[in-house]
């Protein structure tokens, strides 16, 4: 059993940044690899970016790519999802997630864990 909690959200302006962060727990947390997705009112719930176990593998969304990076630290067990250059259509509920399988993946069915998500707000 891993638990996820995320923390970082807020309100900022166009153009401005955020980082959020994902602490998980449990055993063997660090071998997951770990996505980002977001839910806006009204949406359905939309892929952000993934890493891998080690780290050395990302993908992102084109909607977020040249703007988000995702990063993990092992040794904190946490993931980090830095967000630069805010839009207001990045406003949603962000949710962190982790897969047992350890390899990148967009379907968020491929994810076993989800966090209870904190909310982005940008305003224009």
């Known amino acids: 059993q891993v638990q996820l909690v995320e923390s970082g959200g807020g309100l900022v302006q166009a153009g401005g940044s955020l980082r959020l962060s994902c602490a998980a727990s449990g055993r063997a947390a660090s071998a997951y690899a770990m996505g980002w997705f977001r839910q806006a009112p009204g949406k359905e719930r939309e892929f952000v970016a993934t890493?891998?176990?080690?780290?050395?593998?990302?993908f992102y969304a084109d909607s977020v790519k040249g703007r988000f990076t995702v990063s993990r630290d092992s040794a904190k067990n946490t993931v980090y999802l830095q967000m630069n250059s805010l839009k207001p259509e990045d406003t949603a509920v962000y949710h962190c997630?982790?897969?047992?399988?350890?390899?990148?993946?967009?379907?968020?069915?491929?994810?076993?864990?989800w966090g209870q998500g904190t909310q982005v707000t940008v305003s224009s």
């Open positions: 890493i891998n176990w080690s780290g050395d593998t990302t």
């Open positions: 997630a982790a897969s047992r399988r350890g390899l990148t993946a967009r379907a968020p069915t491929a994810y076993d864990y």
